[in-house]
């Protein structure tokens, strides 16, 4: 089975607050519905000029381009989190 989790949010709006609870219902549906042997699921989070953006990707593994995509997605997510020096 696929193991997903969101790190712990701290909302600060009701917006982030419902946006955090449908991405906790979304990985909760997928990880008990979805064949994990099928598709392939990255998320992240991060605060982009002081709004929270939640991000994810579900990809069939038969994808010839799953690996393409997924680097692409990690790069990127890398990005968004990686706070400057």
């Known amino acids: 089975m696929i193991k997903l989790s969101l790190e712990h949010i701290n909302a600060k709006s009701p917006y982030e607050v419902k946006e955090a609870g449908r991405n906790r219902l979304f990985?909760?549906?997928?990880?008990?519905?979805?064949?994990?042997?099928?598709?392939?699921?990255?998320t992240t989070h991060a605060t982009v000029e002081g709004q929270e953006l939640y991000v994810a990707i579900i990809v069939e593994n038969r994808n010839?381009?799953?690996?393409?995509?997924?680097?692409e997605f990690d790069s990127t997510a890398a990005a968004l989190t990686d706070k400057p020096q």
Not at 35 to 40: D, G, H, Q
Not at 64 to 71: E, F, N, Q, V, Y
């Open 27 to 42: 990985i909760r549906w997928f990880e008990k519905a979805a064949n994990p042997n099928r598709f392939t699921i990255r």
């Open 64 to 71: 010839s381009r799953l690996k393409a995509i997924t680097d």
